[in-house]
């Protein structure tokens, strides 16, 4: 079991650039596939990108890529997204997730998650 802090949201305006971290406990974090999330309310929640437990590989939603970068520090715990370029429609709800086991990506199931930080893009 992994618990998951995420922070780093705020108020940016288009064009700009947020860095958000999430934070595990647990001595397993290593073994873990990680991914990052976002929803809007009133819709359903997205996959943004997923990082495998090394971090050797990573995987994007199409409207990220080039702009969004998913990385995580095994030593320190913690998972990060820096999100460049901002658009509007990246307003949303980030959350953190952690899925154990091998097989990695953004849109299978993750059975941990944070309480998500907000992005709002103006």
């Known amino acids: 079991h992994v618990q998951l802090v995420e922070s780093g949201g705020g108020s940016v305006q288009a064009g700009g650039s947020l860095r958000l971290s999430c934070a595990a406990s647990?001595?397993?974090?290593?073994?873990?596939?990680m991914g990052w999330f976002r929803q809007v309310p009133g819709k359903e929640r997205e996959g943004v990108a997923a990082?495998?437990?090394?971090?050797?590989?990573?995987f994007y939603t199409e409207s990220v890529k080039g702009r969004f970068t998913i990385s995580r520090d095994n030593v320190k715990n913690t998972l990060y997204l820096q999100l460049n370029s901002l658009k509007s429609e990246d307003s949303a709800m980030y959350f953190c997730?952690?899925?154990?086991?091998?097989?990695?990506?953004?849109?299978?199931?993750?059975?941990?998650w944070g309480q998500g930080t907000q992005v709002t893009v103006s």
């Open positions: 997730a952690a899925r154990p086991g091998g097989i990695c990506g953004y849109s299978l199931n993750f059975s941990n």
């Open positions: 647990g001595r397993t974090y290593g073994k873990w596939c």
């Open positions: 990082i495998t437990n090394r971090g050797t590989s990573t």
